[in-house]
Nanobody, 126 residues
Protein backbone atom coordinates (compact mmCIF):
# COMPACT_ATOMS: atom_id res chain seq x y z
CA UNK A 1 0.00 0.00 0.00
CA UNK A 2 0.95 3.67 -0.27
CA UNK A 3 0.41 6.65 1.96
CA UNK A 4 0.03 9.92 0.01
CA UNK A 5 1.05 13.21 1.59
CA UNK A 6 0.27 16.47 -0.23
CA UNK A 7 2.22 19.71 -0.03
CA UNK A 8 2.56 22.98 -1.90
CA UNK A 9 -0.80 24.56 -1.21
CA UNK A 10 -1.11 28.19 -0.27
CA UNK A 11 -2.53 31.58 -1.09
CA UNK A 12 -2.17 33.03 -4.59
CA UNK A 13 -3.68 35.85 -6.58
CA UNK A 14 -5.93 35.10 -9.52
CA UNK A 15 -3.91 34.38 -12.64
CA UNK A 16 -1.04 33.02 -10.60
CA UNK A 17 0.44 29.52 -10.37
CA UNK A 18 1.02 26.87 -7.75
CA UNK A 19 2.60 23.45 -7.90
CA UNK A 20 1.25 20.75 -5.64
CA UNK A 21 3.32 17.73 -4.77
CA UNK A 22 2.24 14.37 -3.46
CA UNK A 23 4.84 12.14 -1.89
CA UNK A 24 3.73 8.56 -1.47
CA UNK A 25 5.50 6.22 0.91
CA UNK A 26 5.66 2.56 0.06
CA UNK A 27 7.71 0.42 -2.30
CA UNK A 28 4.92 -0.18 -4.80
CA UNK A 29 4.19 3.39 -5.90
CA UNK A 30 4.55 2.48 -9.58
CA UNK A 31 1.70 0.00 -9.15
CA UNK A 32 -0.77 2.80 -8.58
CA UNK A 33 -2.69 5.18 -10.77
CA UNK A 34 -2.83 8.57 -9.08
CA UNK A 35 -5.65 11.06 -8.95
CA UNK A 36 -6.19 14.63 -7.79
CA UNK A 37 -9.52 15.70 -6.34
CA UNK A 38 -10.69 18.86 -4.63
CA UNK A 39 -13.42 19.81 -2.24
CA UNK A 40 -14.96 22.99 -0.87
CA UNK A 41 -17.22 23.16 2.20
CA UNK A 42 -20.70 21.93 1.51
CA UNK A 43 -19.83 20.52 -1.87
CA UNK A 44 -19.14 17.07 -3.18
CA UNK A 45 -15.51 16.15 -3.77
CA UNK A 46 -14.75 16.64 -7.45
CA UNK A 47 -12.26 15.15 -9.84
CA UNK A 48 -9.41 17.36 -11.04
CA UNK A 49 -6.83 15.18 -12.80
CA UNK A 50 -5.37 11.70 -12.96
CA UNK A 51 -2.28 9.99 -14.27
CA UNK A 52 -1.76 6.31 -14.99
CA UNK A 53 0.87 4.24 -13.18
CA UNK A 54 3.40 4.64 -16.00
CA UNK A 55 2.66 8.29 -16.63
CA UNK A 56 1.72 7.51 -20.21
CA UNK A 57 -1.82 8.85 -19.92
CA UNK A 58 -3.35 11.80 -18.15
CA UNK A 59 -6.94 12.89 -17.67
CA UNK A 60 -8.44 16.23 -16.68
CA UNK A 61 -11.72 17.75 -15.65
CA UNK A 62 -13.06 20.16 -18.23
CA UNK A 63 -12.83 22.98 -15.72
CA UNK A 64 -9.02 22.70 -15.48
CA UNK A 65 -8.10 21.43 -18.93
CA UNK A 66 -5.43 23.61 -20.50
CA UNK A 67 -4.52 25.18 -17.15
CA UNK A 68 -3.47 22.24 -14.95
CA UNK A 69 -0.91 19.55 -15.71
CA UNK A 70 -0.22 16.41 -13.72
CA UNK A 71 3.00 14.42 -13.89
CA UNK A 72 4.81 11.81 -11.84
CA UNK A 73 8.29 10.62 -11.02
CA UNK A 74 8.20 6.97 -9.98
CA UNK A 75 11.85 7.04 -8.95
CA UNK A 76 10.93 9.66 -6.35
CA UNK A 77 7.54 8.17 -5.44
CA UNK A 78 5.97 11.50 -6.30
CA UNK A 79 3.17 12.99 -8.35
CA UNK A 80 2.69 16.66 -9.15
CA UNK A 81 -0.07 19.03 -10.12
CA UNK A 82 1.06 22.21 -11.85
CA UNK A 83 -1.73 24.77 -11.68
CA UNK A 84 -1.56 27.84 -13.91
CA UNK A 85 -3.95 30.70 -14.59
CA UNK A 86 -5.62 30.06 -11.27
CA UNK A 87 -9.13 31.37 -10.68
CA UNK A 88 -11.01 32.06 -7.44
CA UNK A 89 -13.22 29.07 -8.21
CA UNK A 90 -10.16 26.84 -7.94
CA UNK A 91 -10.12 27.55 -4.20
CA UNK A 92 -10.49 24.23 -2.40
CA UNK A 93 -8.73 21.56 -0.42
CA UNK A 94 -6.80 19.43 -2.88
CA UNK A 95 -6.37 15.71 -2.27
CA UNK A 96 -4.03 13.19 -3.79
CA UNK A 97 -5.28 9.61 -4.10
CA UNK A 98 -3.87 6.27 -5.17
CA UNK A 99 -5.72 3.47 -6.91
CA UNK A 100 -4.24 0.10 -7.82
CA UNK A 101 -3.52 -0.11 -11.53
CA UNK A 102 -6.06 -2.12 -13.39
CA UNK A 103 -8.66 -1.46 -10.72
CA UNK A 104 -9.43 2.19 -11.44
CA UNK A 105 -12.27 1.74 -13.90
CA UNK A 106 -13.15 5.42 -13.99
CA UNK A 107 -10.41 7.92 -13.16
CA UNK A 108 -12.92 10.64 -12.30
CA UNK A 109 -14.70 8.60 -9.63
CA UNK A 110 -13.23 8.70 -6.12
CA UNK A 111 -14.70 5.27 -5.31
CA UNK A 112 -11.89 3.54 -7.23
CA UNK A 113 -9.07 5.10 -5.22
CA UNK A 114 -7.95 3.23 -2.11
CA UNK A 115 -5.55 5.59 -0.36
CA UNK A 116 -5.97 9.31 0.27
CA UNK A 117 -3.81 12.09 1.59
CA UNK A 118 -4.89 14.60 4.21
CA UNK A 119 -5.27 17.40 1.67
CA UNK A 120 -3.66 20.78 1.14
CA UNK A 121 -5.52 24.10 1.01
CA UNK A 122 -5.37 26.24 -2.11
CA UNK A 123 -6.85 29.72 -1.91
CA UNK A 124 -7.07 31.99 -4.95
CA UNK A 125 -7.98 35.62 -4.48
CA UNK A 126 -9.61 37.94 -6.97
Amino acid sequence: QVRPVESGGGFVQGGGSLRLSCAASGRTFSSYDMGWFRQTPGKVREFVAAITWSGSSTYYADSVKGRFTTSRDNAKNAVYLQMNSLKPEDTAIYYCAAGLRGKVLDYSTDYFYDFWGQGTQVTVSL
